[in-house]
């Protein structure tokens, strides 16, 4: 099935760096939304977009749809020691209906 | 307002034994859907439900795995027998049919099978 490519894998950063994250898809997406996932915990929606071009933000998190509708980033800014987790894109493909692709995740690691 | 529950938290059992595991969605969502975890393959759909009924169970392993959504507020994973391989991460998710499709997730039931 289609997958999703997020990177980078992993990145490590300082307390008060900020930080880009994208996917990127061969087929169109409908809608993207990034997760948020912390140690022994399910994935928490932190973002969602729906339109080519929306730019969203939440808090010092910022995300954007891209206009071809097939890729996204995230950015965070000023990261904090809180923000150290796994981070996921996902979304639904024009013909998916229900079903979610996710990407691989981005696990993030900030040092204070 | 209570999010996706997720019941056991934690689940070990022997090999050949039953496991049967426990989700009640976001009220006045009509969309469930189960998933699994592992490192090795990352988050992999298994099978998900509109208004109750099962339409996607393509991701089920293998006849071992049976989900039954009875009503509304509850739906059940069922893993009869179980094997080792089984080991995972199992997280329940749901959304409204309709509208932004916005999947929220469960804090997921971590499955050791020895």
């Known amino acids: 099935g289609q997958q999703l490519n997020q990177s980078p894998q992993s990145m490590f950063i300082q307390e008060g760096e900020d930080v880009s994250m994208n996917c990127t898809s061969s087929?169109?997406?409908?809608?993207w939304l990034w997760y948020k996932q912390d140690p022994g915990e399910g994935p928490v929606l932190l973002i969602a977009?729906?339109?080519?071009?929306e730019l969203t933000s939440n808090g010092r998190l910022t995300a954007q749809f891209g206009i071809t509708r097939k890729d996204s980033f995230l950015n965070i800014s000023a990261s904090i020691p809180s923000d150290v987790g796994i981070y996921f894109c996902a979304g639904f493909e024009e013909t998916s209906g229900s079903r979610l692709t996710f990407g691989e995740g981005t696990q993030l690691t900030v040092n204070p | 307002d209570a999010g996706v529950i997720q019941s056991p938290r934690h689940e070990v059992t022997e090999m050949g034994q039953e496991v049967t595991l426990r989700c009640k969605p976001i009220s006045g969502h009509n969309s469930l859907f189960w998933y699994r975890q592992t490192m090795m393959r990352g988050l992999e759909l298994l099978i998900y439900f509109n208004n109750n009924v099962p339409i996607d169970d393509s991701g089920m392993p293998e006849d071992r795995f049976s989900a039954k959504m009875p009503n509304a507020s509850f739906s059940t994973l069922k893993i009869q027998p179980s094997e080792p391989r089984d080991s995972a991460v199992y997280f329940c998710?749901?959304?409204?049919?309709?509208?932004?499709?916005?999947?929220?997730f469960g804090p997921g039931t971590r499955l050791t099978v020895t």
């Open positions: 998710a749901s959304s409204l049919l309709t509208g932004n499709y916005e999947q929220y």
């Open positions: 087929s169109i997406f409908n809608t």
């Open positions: 977009l729906y339109k080519a071009g």
